[in-house]
């Protein structure tokens, strides 16, 4: 390029650069807007990003907030399923008993039937109120049989009302699920009533050495009106004398005392006072267990008429054999007349009893009976019995 022609070039480009020079001031002042802009932005951003902040703060609160609610849910529940009932104030419980009886005896048929069907409903419906209502549906009539209310708050004097086990039988105070015969004693059945109606104190006394249990009672039976104004006043008294090492009393031995006693209406030849006394021993150690019970009755005779007199007993051994797997023998003997001889009649049980589970129970038993009014016992009988309790 000739030196004049650069020159032109120069000049025209500092013409340019003049020109262009307002151009970039307008420029830069619209960046500097559109900085101030962005910058306006930001600070909007970092302050959705400080409400989202907080809002996840919240939320990662929240899991307790749902634990709180949870726990306020189960606590609603506690308050009261089915409105207002807890699990405290109804517990459902029960056992069936499915059996087969033979026996030798032909008049008597082989059948299979239902022995029992509990259905229980208890628990403490309000502070030291407890209450129970059973049920036997495999009754077909006369079905109930708990239903007593207590009241628990001294521990060495509950009073109990209603309907529930006469504090008498050794054998009847064992529940129907947890015996270890089939059958209970002619004795029992005979001499004693499982239930009656009434009212009384009962408690654990001297860290649990003593048990006792007494009160005023109709005299008839369950589900029984009475049949005069005077009650029956029944007693009984367990004490287990031993102690296990921590001082707790040791309920592997015991002994047991009953009284009954009370005015009765006129039946055939007796009327007044019938008495009823029991007596019972039972032993534990280790695989065997022992034990025995001796009722008396002596009904008062009417006017000119002796008093009718009664006993029987029985004792039972249990020995586990294998795991789960218990041998069983009992001996009893009944005598409805004291002043009678030949009535008397004897049962021999042989018995095995398989648990097979603490709530599933398996029992075979074969009674020997014999009456002395009989040359040869021909009733014999053997019985299986299932019982499931849940
Ligand atoms: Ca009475
Ligand atoms: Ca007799």
């Not at 807007?33 to 996840?56: P, S």
């Not at 029992?116 to 309000?126: C, Q, S, Y």
Request: hydrophobic letters at 40%; zero cysteines.
């Amino acid at each position: 390029m000739s030196g004049k022609l650069k020159f032109v070039f120069v000049f025209f480009l500092t013409l340019a650069m003049a020109g262009a020079v307002p151009a970039f001031a307008d420029e830069i002042s619209d960046l500097k807007a559109q900085l101030a802009m962005m910058q306006n932005q930001i600070q909007m951003l970092q302050g959705k990003i400080e409400v989202l902040e907080k809002d996840r703060q919240t939320r990662i609160q929240s899991p307790q907030d749902a634990e709180d609610r949870l726990l306020a849910v189960e606590e609603k529940l506690d308050q009261g399923i089915l409105g207002k009932i807890t699990s405290e104030q109804l517990k459902v419980s029960g056992f069936v008993q499915p059996f087969y009886r033979w026996s030798e005896n032909d008049s008597a048929n082989d059948t299979f039937d239902v022995l029992r069907g509990f259905v229980t409903l208890n628990g403490t419906i309000a502070e030291d109120i407890d209450y129970a209502l059973q049920v036997d549906a495999a009754a077909s009539t006369d079905i109930l049989r708990d239903a007593w209310v207590e009241y628990t708050k001294y521990k060495f004097a509950k009073i109990k009302f209603g309907q529930f086990p006469a504090p008498f039988s050794y054998e009847w105070n064992i529940s129907s699920a947890g015996l270890d015969t089939v059958d209970r004693a002619l004795v029992s059945s005979n001499l004693a009533y499982k239930r009656d109606l009434g009212l009384m104190a009962e408690g654990d006394v001297l860290d649990g050495a003593v048990y006792y249990g007494a009160g005023v009672f109709n005299g008839t039976a369950r589900n029984t009106a009475d049949n005069n104004d005077k009650k029956d006043f029944i007693g009984r008294m367990i004490v287990s004398p031993l102690k296990n090492d921590d001082g707790t009393a040791n309920k592997d031995f015991h002994v047991a005392g009953a009284i009954q006693t009370g005015d009765q209406p006129r039946s055939g030849n007796t009327h007044g006072t019938r008495t009823r006394g029991s007596g019972a021993v039972f032993y534990r150690v280790q695989k065997l267990k022992l034990y025995g019970e001796y009722i008396y009755q002596e009904i008062e005779g009417a006017d000119g008429f002796d008093s009718a007199d009664s006993d029987g007993w029985y004792v039972i051994g249990t020995y586990e054999i294998l795991p789960k797997i218990e041998a069983v023998f009992k001996y009893e003997q009944y005598d409805p007349n004291l002043d009678t001889s030949g009535d008397r009649q004897d049962i021999t049980t042989l018995g095995v009893t398989y648990r097979v589970t603490s709530n599933v129970i398996l029992q075979a038993n074969y009674r020997i009976r014999e009456e002395q009014y009989k040359l040869e016992s021909s009733n014999n009988e053997f019985v299986t019995l299932a019982t499931v309790k849940f």
